[in-house]
């Protein structure tokens, strides 16, 4: 188990360095020449970002690679800006709508970035230890009363009929 922890503590405090995000925002090949779009999500049909054009290699002072493919580009956040939330990349149309290709949620930290799958990988196991420390109360509950008994029973005092329990005190 402390190895567990260590492990955990490790990965929050030296991910940052390999933490990296990456949506992928693929388009029709018609849409090729529009511009393209990256922005955080300010309501259902709203985002607040910046556009960029399709031979741009770095955006944001350097803080989202966007590399190209025939069919897609991916943007990759070297730099999380600080705001958790839900991003947006997508295209600029010919009158400036923007057409959303892909969203997906995008960290600040490394930290919050880790929690959010360890969560739920650790909540099938909470039932799981839960069901476990009551077997075992159960288990040295059984056992403590056996003992007493044979206890008394050396002792040629009458057995106990029944055995308290933390809940009896």
């Keep these: 188990m402390h190895f567990l922890i260590l492990v955990f503590l490790l990965a929050i405090g030296e991910s940052d360095a390999v933490f990296r995000q990456k949506l992928t925002c693929p388009y029709e090949a018609k849409q090729q020449s529009l511009r393209r779009v990256w922005c955080r999500r300010s309501s259902p049909e709203c985002c607040t970002g910046f556009n960029f054009s399709y ?3 770095s955006v944001d002072g350097g803080k989202l690679r966007v590399t190209q493919d025939a069919r897609s580009f991916t943007v990759e ?3 999380p800006s600080g705001r958790d939330g839900l991003y947006w990349c997508g295209l600029l149309s010919k009158n400036a ?3 959303k290709l892909a969203e997906g949620y995008f960290h600040s930290s490394s930290g919050a970035f880790i929690w959010s799958f360890l969560r739920w990988a650790m909540l099938p196991l909470l039932p799981l230890v839960t069901i476990c420390v009551y077997v075992l109360t159960k288990m040295k509950t059984k056992q403590c009363c056996k003992m007493m008994s044979f206890m008394m029973t050396l002792l040629q005092l009458e057995p106990l009929t029944r055995c ?3 809940q009896d005190l």
């Design 55 to 57: 031979s741009a290699r």
């Design 77 to 79: 956040v070297l730099e």
């Design 97 to 99: 709508t923007i057409i």
């Design 164 to 166: 308290m329990t933390v």
